[in-house]
């Protein structure tokens, strides 16, 4: 148990100390241990104790409280964790990743140092099986009243009872692109997978720069939606098939990265990249803002694209549990969620926050889409280990070509 003293009583604890080492006093004390009745002795005694404890406990109560979160990159306002800091007094190391499966080989390597984690749903899933993740004291969430059923219903899927989890955002996998610049080349804007998977279209592209999201377990969708496959298919031949397509793409991919397509869109160094809705948003952000005239737009194509949920979780080994609760509540705050999502562009799980989010955010489909777009997104669900090896083994064709 850690004990927080109040400052009044360490002061006091500091200066009874300092007295000690004053001459005079010392004198004093030195009068009492020799010719001080027993009873004066004995008073002298327990005050020695009692700063002797105040030191003990003096210096772990003023141990600094903290909560270490490992969160997906570009997803936060950073004055979020400066008001948590201020309102709680815990403080937050943050840390960031762009890649579910560098966070997933962290995870089971086990001692992250972390306390709060945020994997995609499909990721969650496994990794609950894994043992990788504690149960949530539900006492200490009294904010879950805010989380939006519809939400929660899709999230079950990956977490059944949220049990393990809460939902921080969710969001999409399409296209970001530079609406000039394409048009220039294409004679149209962005509306289907074509533009990625026809190796044609793409090539009049490759001028102009192409990223692709490092990802796997989206990529492979994508491809297997595109040939018009299940995009959740484990089977072998599918995921062959579709590490062929992108195979034939490679050829004019700049990049395969999770994260630095939102610069390099924002400042004209590339013209596509396959990407994630509120990063492509965020990437339009910067553009308007550096006002250079480069103009970014978001495709969800019309054959469809995949919808992720990514879940706030604590690991099994997390040391600061009490605070990792104590975050998660307050990240279920209708205004602190609120703010998120009016900064980042992707959308919450929170119904409560709804009423908090900016026009530009709920009433644009691509964020939270209406029932048109709903319609056309599909998700997924975990791999299971030996087709994890062959996607694994396909994406690395993919990248390197060997
Ligand atoms: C944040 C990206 C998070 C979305 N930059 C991927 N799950």
């Given at each position: 148990?850690?004990?927080?003293?109040?400052?009044?009583?360490?002061?006091?604890?500091?200066?009874?100390?300092?007295?000690?080492?004053?001459?005079?006093?010392?004198?004093?004390i030195a009068v009492i241990k020799t010719k001080g009745s027993a009873e004066m002795k004995s008073v002298l005694k327990s005050l020695a104790l009692c700063a002797a404890t105040f030191a003990l406990v003096g210096t772990s109560g003023a141990q600094e409280r903290v909560v270490n979160v490992y969160n997906w990159s570009d997803y936060i306002d950073e004055s979020i964790l400066a008001d948590f800091t201020k309102e709680t007094g815990i403080k937050v190391v943050y840390d960031v990743f762009d890649s579910n499966e560098i966070l997933e080989t962290k995870l089971l390597a086990g001692g992250t140092g972390y306390d709060v984690v945020v994997p995609s749903g499909v990721f969650l899933a496994r990794q609950i099986q894994a043992g990788v993740f504690q149960p949530l004291d539900k006492s200490k969430l009294p904010n879950s009243v805010n989380m939006w059923d519809s939400v929660l219903d899709r999230t079950a899927t990956y977490d059944p009872g949220h049990k393990y989890s809460i939902n921080y955002m969710w969001g999409t996998t399409g296209i970001g692109y530079n609406t000039k610049a394409v048009k220039e080349r294409l004679g149209e804007e962005i509306s289907s997978w074509d533009v990625i998977f026809d190796p044609e279209k793409l090539a009049?592209?490759?001028?102009?720069?192409?990223?692709?999201?490092?990802?796997?377990?989206?990529?492979?969708?994508?491809?297997?939606?595109?040939?018009?496959?299940?995009?959740?298919?484990?089977?072998?031949?599918d995921i062959a098939a579709a590490e062929a397509l992108l195979e034939k793409i490679r050829p004019n991919v700049q990049k395969f990265h999770s994260s630095e397509y939102i610069n390099a869109l924002a400042n004209g160094d590339i013209c596509v990249a396959v990407g994630w809705s509120g990063d492509?948003?965020?990437?339009?952000?910067?553009?308007?803002?550096?006002?250079?005239?480069?103009e970014i737009g978001y495709a969800i194509p019309?054959?469809?694209?995949?919808?992720?949920?990514?879940?706030?979780?604590?690991?099994?080994?997390?040391?600061?549990?009490?605070?990792?609760?104590?975050?998660?509540?307050?990240?279920?705050?209708?205004?602190?969620?609120?703010?998120?999502?009016?900064?980042?562009f992707y959308a919450n799980g929170n119904k409560a926050s709804q009423p908090l989010l900016d026009k530009e955010v709920t009433g644009d489909p691509a964020i939270y889409p209406d029932a048109a777009t709903l319609e056309k997104l599909y998700i997924t669900t975990p791999y299971d280990a030996r087709t994890q090896r062959v996607v694994t083994r396909a994406w690395t064709k993919v990248k390197t070509g060997q």
């Open positions: 148990m850690r004990l927080v003293y109040p400052a009044s009583i360490l002061f006091a604890y500091r200066d009874l100390a300092a007295l000690k080492f004053e001459p005079r006093w010392r004198q004093v009049k592209l490759k001028d102009c720069g192409v990223h692709v999201l490092d990802a796997p377990a989206e990529l492979i969708p994508a491809a297997l939606n595109h040939l018009g496959k299940n995009p959740d298919s484990k089977d072998k031949d492509v948003f965020q990437a339009r952000d910067r553009a308007a803002e550096a006002k250079a005239g480069v019309k054959k469809g694209a995949l919808m992720w949920f990514d879940q706030m979780a604590i690991p099994a080994d997390a040391k600061n549990v009490e605070e990792a609760h104590i975050f998660l509540n307050y990240i279920m705050k209708p205004e602190v969620i609120a703010k998120a999502s009016n900064y980042v």
